[in-house]
């Protein structure tokens, strides 16, 4: 009778993680990220090295100095007196708009003219088509100048807003004025602000701003909650209440009742002397940056929508016709939501595109983070390999906030398989 034993067990051999394929691959890799690391750090040593012989070791201690210069858009209060870093602070939350508002205007651009391709309509169709050709066939850069010419030589001069003989006039009863130095709107002020909270002693925020933006997202946060307890009512009964009425309540009666209570009134922009006071004045430089980045992306996210609906099945608009949905709805309720998932990937690389092109903001003089920490500061402290290093990284976090935001959202609207 014989008995049946587990093999012995090999040791491992140092000849193993040559030779044995089960332990090559991962030996291979191991000496590959050493020889990097030692290459990274030798070249590291190396620069630091240099740059102590030339009297030139790395510090940061630039940042505290006063940076000496001025920000024709800001923010936040800014003097040339502050330091070097709350001026970066003010060209990083100047990228910041110009990402944020060029994406949501992109977007909306994007997403009309992609659906306005598939039109019917043979000319609009084939004006959507020239808008695309056209937009993402010139350069970026050639946009952003252009668009700046164009606000500077068509658009009135303050002067001629002056006097019984004026040429132009203000819009929405005298609360807005469009000029060839910028546009003026009204200006949002609390008879009872909270105040600013201060961060790391840099720069403040408004309490007022925090406050009615938890408001908003308390509201929505609301409104989800009965969205999603009228469907639970739906599903047991097969009826759907109406809440349209209450979900519209919470959103808009709390915020509505906030302000109320912080006294918000507006202030108007008025013509004194040889210029617009008061009010926000938004920047020709802010303008035609936001114009052209938005209008230059919208043609390629355009081109990502329409291939994420051809990508959908003919049959789903078939069967929502066969339902008795009109096209407009037919295309809001069932082939947008569809084709997310395709359009949704693509569309972040559009995102950080544009974030990115950003920087060619110095080209109108629009004071962004590269303008400042990247151009001004660096000239002026003569510390390029600082500033380049913290360029990076702020560019680096913001790329990646903005995929690690969209990744989630594509997470949430992909199809889930059974």
Not at 110 to 128: C, F, H
């Amino acid at each position: 009778m014989t008995s049946m034993t587990d093999p012995p067990k090999q040791t491992l051999r140092l000849g193993m993680l040559i030779h044995d394929t089960r332990y090559r691959s991962l030996t291979i890799q191991i000496v590959v990220l050493a020889v990097f690391m030692l290459l990274a750090a030798w070249l590291i040593s190396n620069t630091i090295q240099n740059l102590a012989a030339l009297g030139k070791p790395i510090s940061f201690d630039f940042l505290s100095s006063a940076a000496q210069y001025d920000i024709n858009q800001t923010l936040i209060a800014y003097d040339n007196q502050d330091s070097h870093l709350r001026a970066a602070i003010v060209g990083l939350l100047n990228t910041l708009l110009v990402a944020v508002l060029g994406c949501a205007l992109a977007t909306l651009v994007g997403v009309l003219v992609g659906v306005l391709r598939l039109s019917k309509n043979w000319l609009i169709a084939r004006i959507m088509a020239a808008y695309v050709e056209i937009f993402r066939n010139v350069p970026v850069l050639l946009w952003v100048v252009f668009a700046m010419a164009i606000l500077i030589e068509t658009l009135p001069m303050p002067r001629d807003f002056r006097g019984e003989d004026a040429t132009a006039s203000m819009l929405l009863g005298d609360s807005i004025a469009i000029t060839n130095r910028g546009v003026y709107v009204p200006e949002p002020l609390f008879a009872r602000s909270l105040g600013d909270f201060p961060v790391f002693g840099a720069f403040g925020i408004s309490l007022d701003f925090l406050a009615i933006l938890a408001v908003l997202v308390g509201g929505f946060a609301t409104s989800a909650a009965i969205r999603r307890r009228a469907e639970r009512i739906q599903n047991a009964t097969g009826t759907r209440p109406t809440t349209w009425h209450l979900r519209l309540a919470v959103i808009v009666l709390s915020p509505v009742a906030l302000l109320a209570a912080l006294g918000f009134h507006l202030g108007y922009p008025e013509l004194r002397g040889f210029n617009f006071q008061g009010g926000i004045h938004l920047r020709n430089s802010l303008l035609a940056l936001w114009l052209a980045l938005s209008f230059y992306t919208a043609a390629f996210i355009a081109e990502i929508v329409r291939a994420g609906i051809l990508a959908i099945p003919k049959s789903q608009t078939e069967a929502a016709t066969a339902l008795g949905l009109r096209p407009h709805r037919t295309m809001r309720l069932v082939i947008l939501p569809q084709a997310l998932r395709v359009i949704i990937p693509p569309l972040i690389s559009q995102y950080l595109n544009l974030t990115k092109n950003s920087s060619l903001a110095i080209a109108v003089g629009y004071m962004d983070i590269t303008g400042t920490l990247g151009g001004i500061t660096l000239n002026q402290t003569g510390r390029e390999l600082e500033c380049v290093l913290l360029l990076m990284l702020v560019y680096l976090i913001i790329s990646l906030i903005i995929s690690a935001v969209m990744n989630w959202y594509n997470s949430r609207v992909k199809l889930v398989e059974r």
